[in-house]
């Protein structure tokens, strides 16, 4: 640029730093409010999602917690805030207050044994973060809010554990012949021990050729269920039929049985709870019989909820329970509510 009159060419140079100076500072306020921005979202997305998981025990719950932890830490601007309280009911409590003082947007709860929530569970009501119960449910459920439940039907898989039992007696001809049977429970107290026992008890009834001989818990794990049958084995004059309530449980079983000389899934019929992946690997080695479904994957679950709630959607207060199958070495036992699948057919699409 030419300027002509030289009386302007200071004035000029000053105004050009002007010019600089106002850029600078448009820019500068343009980064400002796009870093504001972008704080702001991310802070509105920010979803703390807190789990309190009872422990270790299975290959259920280890299914289980990898199915809710993959979900939530896979999905966008939602973060995991989790608790493995190692079986122990004081520190599912501790940890329910820690969620509580960390201000988590949603809590996820399962409980150890189904009493003794009353007042911590109020706790997280008076706090007003939104409670979603999954897997065993507290006693106190109908006294507390809660946003959504799900977790399996404990009361039908106790009974189709039994019904399998009894109708397969039935097909092969041992209808008629008294057999004595064995129930291994799992933890004393929690849902699935006392639903899964309801239901074995109850459809024990049905089958007046099935008695009842033994009846303890072994905790739902490997270990206790192999203790507890070698000591049956040891006391206990005969058994035909093993129900367990877990497959983690009948896998230690098995191994006792074994030890002792016998053949599991013929000299004893042994049906499971759980279908995890090595259970239907026994069944089709001819060790185990059946095993009643009861499924970990809440993942898609727990994601699809804490959405529909994110987007002001409501939940009746009821308990949602999913469509379970039942899995075994003959197929095509009826059970009333679900027919048997052979569990040789469906082993390779198992995920857990
Ligand atoms: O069946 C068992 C586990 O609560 C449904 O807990 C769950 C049970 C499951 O450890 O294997």
């Given at each position: 640029m030419l300027i002509e009159d030289p009386s302007l060419i200071g004035k000029t140079k000053i105004f050009r730093k002007e010019v600089k100076t106002m850029k600078k500072i448009l820019a500068l306020a343009i980064v400002l409010v796009m870093i504001a921005s972008l704080s702001v979202a991310a802070y509105a997305d920010d979803v703390k999602v807190a789990f309190s998981q009872i422990g270790q025990e299975s290959d259920w719950r280890t299914a289980n917690t990898d199915s809710i932890k993959g979900t939530i830490e896979a999905h966008d601007g939602w973060t995991l805030i989790y608790d493995d309280a190692q079986q122990k009911q004081e520190n599912q409590i501790k940890a329910l207050r820690n969620f509580i003082t960390q201000g988590v947007d949603y809590i996820l709860f399962t409980g150890v044994?189904?009493?003794?929530?009353d007042e911590v569970l109020a706790e997280v009501n008076e706090a007003e973060i939104p409670l979603i119960l999954i897997d065993r449910m507290p006693d106190c459920a109908d006294k507390i809010d809660y946003v959504a439940a799900f977790g399996g039907d404990f009361v039908e898989e106790g009974r189709r554990q039994v019904a399998w039992a009894g109708e397969y007696l039935k097909s092969i001809g041992r209808g008629d012949e008294e057999v004595c049977v064995a129930i291994m429970e799992g933890t004393t107290g929690s849902g699935a021990q006392v639903g899964r026992t309801e239901g074995n008890l109850a459809a024990l009834k049905e089958y007046p050729n099935m008695k009842l001989v033994a009846q303890q818990s072994g905790n739902f794990t490997r270990t206790e269920g192999q203790a507890v049958m070698e000591a049956w084995l040891k006391s206990?004059?005969?058994?035909?039929v093993l129900i367990v309530q877990n497959d983690d449980m009948g896998l230690g079983a098995i191994d006792a049985i074994k030890a002792a000389g016998l053949v599991p899934g013929k000299d004893i019929i042994i049906v499971g709870c759980d279908s995890v992946k090595a259970a239907f690997e026994a069944i089709v080695a001819g060790e185990m019989n059946a095993t009643i479904e009861c499924t970990p994957l809440y993942g898609p679950f727990v994601e699809k909820t804490i959405e529909d709630l994110e987007a002001g959607k409501t939940f009746e207060k009821t308990i949602l329970h999913p469509e379970e199958g039942v899995y075994d070495c003959?197929?095509?036992?009826?059970?009333g509510t679900v027919t048997s699948v052979l569990a040789a057919d469906v082993i390779d699409s198992r995920v857990y």
């Open positions: 044994v189904e009493t003794g929530w206990v004059d005969k058994i035909d003959v197929g095509g036992i009826d059970l």
